[in-house]
Every structure is written in C-alpha cells, then in structure tokens.
C-alpha cells in the first residue's frame, strides 16, 4: 500500500470520526438522516438530494464534491433504509 492510499485512509477515518461525533453529541441527526434518505431514496441522484437536505437541516455539512468519507456515509443510510424497507 502507498502512502497515498495510507494517508487517504486515515483522512477517510478522521472524518467519519469526526460525523460520529456529531451523532452521539445531537443523536436527532440519526432520525433526521433517515427521514431524509426514505424520501430520496428512490430519486435520481439521491446522493445528491440526501447530502443537500441534510446539509440544509442538519450540522452535518456534505459538501457538493463528495469526499470517500461522504460517499461511504451515503451508501451506509440508504443500506440501512433498503434493509429497514426489506423488512416490511
């Protein structure tokens, strides 16, 4: 592994350190980020739609240019909607 790829990984992690955080100090983020994501779902570019409406509603600010740490979050919520949505 390259130091690049070392470095990326460790900026990946602090960010999504730094998001859990957020969570557990304002843990409304967790319903709020999954009402927003069972609405967009099923959108064209719910990436995009997720990230804005939280960034609009949230302290949670995911910038246009989604970073690794950005995309992995996204994809965790809308797993976690589709597998919420499986059940019923």
Known sequence: M???EIKNKE????ELMGFIRKVLVEPEICGTA???ARK???DDNADVLIA???SASTNV???VE???ADAL????LKEVVKDEQALY
């Open 2 to 4: 390259s130091v690049a």
């Open 40 to 42: 967009h779902i099923g």
């Open 73 to 76: 979050f996204l994809h965790i």
């Open 11 to 14: 900026r990946v992690i602090n």
């Open 52 to 54: 804005d409406a939280l």
């Open 66 to 68: 989604h970073s690794d």
């Open 61 to 63: 600010k995911i910038p």
């Open 34 to 36: 999954l009402e927003i």
